[in-house]
């Protein structure tokens, strides 16, 4: 599904070859995962944005929840075939049901998971590689960005110029 939401081209890898969903797994397995910090108790409403993320089940129970949903999904409705096995059409199909609300998985809107999802890979996508998206910096290449540099003020008033030096992670690797 990563690969989906942010597809490869000839000059950068997509969500997958990035480790998108490395980073997922990663973040699933840790206090994200587990919602630590996040208000987990009824009751549950409709809030705004203001008072903060409110949810019955925290992110890796919403991941298993879903993700279980989809293959069920997708086994009943093409033969047995997995989301992975179905052509690309398919998959774009079966993701724009999630994001505008017309898929339903186990009776609950995929909306919510959708945004989750996409949240989720767009994180992996530009996070530092120590967290085991944004494989060998590739995001950082694509728009340029120099990351963790000591120092580079000399080149803040120079713009419109492509900074020479390549991306540095957080544990001082070169891209």
């Known amino acids: 599904m990563?690969?989906?939401?942010?597809?490869?081209?000839?000059?950068?890898?997509?969500?997958?070859?990035?480790?998108?969903?490395?980073?997922?797994d990663r973040q699933l397995a840790g206090a994200y995962g587990s919602a630590r910090g996040l208000y987990m108790s009824p009751p549950f409403s409709q809030v705004t944005l203001e008072q903060g993320l409110q949810a019955?089940?925290?992110?890796?129970?919403?991941?298993?929840?879903?993700?279980?949903?989809?293959d069920q999904y997708c086994r009943a409705t093409y033969a047995g075939k997995t989301f992975a096995q179905l052509p690309g059409a398919e998959k774009d199909r079966i993701i724009t049901g999630m994001e505008n609300g017309s898929l339903q998985l186990q009776g609950t809107s995929a909306t919510p998971f959708f945004e989750i999802l996409l949240q989720d890979t767009r994180y992996g996508f530009f996070a530092d590689p120590v967290y085991g998206g944004n494989r060998d910096m590739a995001a950082w290449k694509m728009i340029g960005f120099p990351r963790a540099r000591y120092d580079y003020r000399d080149w803040v008033e120079r713009h419109n110029e492509r900074y020479p030096h390549p991306p540095i992670s957080i544990a001082a690797r070169n891209a």
Do not use: E, H, N, W
């Open 2 to 24: 990563v690969d989906r939401l942010i597809p490869p081209d000839r000059k950068t890898p997509g969500g997958k070859d990035c480790g998108c969903a490395v980073f997922i």
């Open 56 to 70: 019955p089940s925290t992110p890796a129970q919403l991941y298993r929840r879903m993700l279980a949903a989809l």
